[in-house]
């Protein structure tokens, strides 16, 4: 039992999940708005460019605190170390194959990069830790570009309405969660002078900012039922944010790195899960 553990936190804390979910999240962007499936070498850039990103940002974060995710970050150091230079390898390979597009990439690297910015040792990027007030949306928009944006622009096709409505409602699902992990945080990015949204707010505007985050979620989930998207859909687009509100008063409470790192950040590509399992057969089909 305990070998599936640790091999369940390996996968976990090495940020290979979280990887899969951005590529889970590319699929489902692909499948329901271009209705076609997403090209190997976008797949796999997304992937090695999360891995890349993730371990950057890992390996620069001090193994400090109590939780179960510290003792292992100070044992794999160089893990993440690796990872980083591999993600780089990959991204790279896979973003020579996408060079026709390579302005979207560009940008996608340079914006995922600022996140992970203040954590460089050096004055000029330690300077983005007081500046930085709006990092959790910058984040979330991040994730909403590269997982869904991108695999749009890249396709050439017309803008349409569904597209908007579908990146608004990505970008304020995982604004609704990374609001949670910024709570969780917020007592130590006050003591080492990280600035963002939530450390400026009192309890029940937090409160009020995630639940508006969630409705303006639920309506723009809904309103694809509009431009021909199946009450089917719809659901699968809804139950993320249904949970993430369930488990918000919790979540808040709790420090436990598996809720942070498994479940709510599972919950970025829960809707992609359930909606490739219910529409697999029609993509067989075709």
């Given at each position: 039992m305990k070998i599936f553990r640790d091999i369940f936190r390996f996968f976990v804390y090495s940020n290979l999940f979280i990887a899969v979910c951005a590529m889970l999240m590319l699929v489902q962007t692909c499948y329901l708005l271009l209705h076609a499936p997403p090209s190997f070498d976008l797949l796999a850039f997304v992937f090695f460019a999360t891995i890349c990103s993730y371990s950057f940002h890992w390996y620069l974060t001090p193994a400090v605190g109590q939780s179960d995710r510290v003792?292992?970050?100070?044992?794999h150091k160089k893990t993440h170390l690796f990872l980083f230079i591999a993600g780089i390898a990959g991204a790279v390979i896979y973003g020579i194959m996408l060079i026709s597009h390579w302005h979207w990439l560009v940008f996608a690297a340079f914006i995922t990069f600022l996140y992970s910015a203040p954590k460089v040792p050096h004055p000029w990027f330690r300077l983005l830790r007081k500046i930085a007030i709006g990092k959790t949306i910058f984040l979330a928009g991040v994730w909403m570009f590269v997982?869904?944006?991108?695999?749009?622009?890249?396709?050439?096709?017309?803008w349409q309405t569904d597209y908007t409505l579908f990146a608004v409602s990505r970008f304020f699902l995982i604004y609704?969660?990374?609001?949670?992990?910024?709570?969780?945080?917020?007592?130590y990015d006050i003591s080492v002078g990280i600035r963002s949204l939530i450390t400026w707010l009192n309890e029940k505007s937090i409160d009020m900012l995630f639940y508006f985050s969630i409705i303006i979620f639920a309506v723009a989930s809904l309103w694809m039922y509009y431009c021909g998207h199946s009450v089917t859909?719809?659901?699968t687009l809804l139950i993320p944010g249904a949970i993430t509100t369930l488990l918000y008063s919790h979540a808040k409470k709790s420090r436990s790195d598996m809720l942070y790192y498994f479940v709510l950040d599972g919950l970025m590509a829960l809707s992609a899960v359930l909606y490739l399992l219910i529409e697999w057969p029609m993509f067989t089909q075709r």
């Open positions: 003792p292992w970050l100070a044992r997982t869904t944006v991108l695999p749009l622009e890249i396709s050439d096709q017309p609704a969660i990374c609001i949670l992990f910024d709570y969780r945080d917020k007592e859909v719809i659901i």
